[in-house]
């Protein structure tokens, strides 16, 4: 599997439009004849395959290569970013979790009602929305018009006309620290860190809500659920200890595929909120056709796939004992 995701990675990055060259040939210090021994000696000019072959062998020998644009070693690269991505992946991860799963069950025993139709409409609203646009929108209201209330001349903005220039933002609209701290604070990251987390978790929460939802309708139902009513155990007991064990089973599944977006980070939110992460790397790279950051990234990404795929595979024996491996 990973063989074939590094041939059909390397030959789309390959065939992209301009190609490894194209940011170089935006320079104007750079001659025809410059260009053309730049091409020769990055390898550009040998068929895809030969250029496949070597990059491979390369990195069965650990060597990821250089960045094409910082010149730095790609390893580098990416651990000067990792920190910052699980760091703000992890938070938003932990919330969505903590938001998704009571309100999906809740959402579940309270089928029909009021807050059963205001969560599965949250829910598609939340699956809906370009997520990019909704990070926008955290900006221009928390940002933008809101204020701090601690700030010198509080006023509250609407627009630009009835605003406070003076006044302090209600919270950051981008980076992991204020400007130009270079040791910031516990509070003053967390404080950077609400909008992208809410911009991620309220759309993760929403997927996570549909599903648990859904699993918790069909198990609530089961024979052994009622089996269990019957002998007069408590509903308290008979939701958490038998039917919300085996309605969380399935979702493992949407754990385990999303568990390596942590490392690949939020391409959007990344970069709209300028968190120097793993995400925000890949844009640049992509704009820049910056062949072995893509590739390294790329690759990570789709190894760690496959080895939490094989992981809940593994959990799901633990879950329920009706599964075993032979």
Not at 108 to 130: C, K
Not at 189 to 202: E, F, G, Q
Request: aromatic fraction near 12%.
């Amino acid at each position: 599997m990973l063989i074939v995701i590094s041939m059909l990675a390397f030959g789309l990055i390959s065939m992209a439009p301009g190609g490894v060259m194209a940011g170089f040939e935006e320079n104007p210090n750079l001659t025809p004849e410059d260009l053309a021994r730049l091409e020769e000696s990055l390898g550009l000019n040998r068929p895809i395959h030969e250029r496949y072959l070597e990059w491979a062998g390369l990195l069965l020998r650990g060597d990821w290569g250089h960045s094409l644009t910082s010149k730095r070693p790609v390893l580098d690269e990416i651990g000067e970013r990792l920190p910052n991505t699980l760091q703000l992946m992890s938070v938003a991860y932990l919330v969505t979790l903590l938001l998704a799963i009571p309100i999906g069950v809740a959402s579940a025993l309270r089928q029909y009602s009021l807050f059963d139709h205001l969560v599965t409409f949250w829910a598609f609203v939340g699956q809906a929305i370009p997520i990019f646009w909704f990070g926008l929108i955290l900006i221009i209201v928390f940002n933008v018009w809101l204020k701090n209330p601690f700030s010198p001349n509080f006023g509250f903005a609407w627009s630009h006309l009835f605003g406070c220039p003076d006044c302090l933002p209600l919270m950051p609209g981008g980076g992991m620290a204020p400007y130009g701290v270079d040791d910031p604070t516990i509070l003053q990251r967390l404080k950077h860190m609400v909008l992208p987390v809410s911009m991620l978790a309220l759309f993760g929460a929403g997927s996570y809500t549909r599903y648990m939802r859904g699993q918790m309708l069909e198990t609530i139902h089961l024979d052994y659920v009622r089996t269990a009513r019957a002998k007069g155990l408590r509903e308290r007991k008979i939701i958490i200890s038998h039917a919300l064990k085996n309605a969380v089973t399935p979702i493992i599944t949407i754990m385990a595929l999303d568990l390596p977006g942590l490392f690949g980070g939020a391409l959007f939110t990344e970069t709209i909120f300028s968190w120097p992460g793993i995400g925000r790397l890949f844009y640049t790279a992509a704009q820049r056709v910056d062949f072995p950051v893509l590739m390294a990234i790329i690759m990570i990404n789709a190894a760690l796939i496959i080895l939490f795929n094989l992981i809940a595979d593994v959990v799901y024996a633990f879950l329920d004992p009706r599964i075993r491996f032979t």
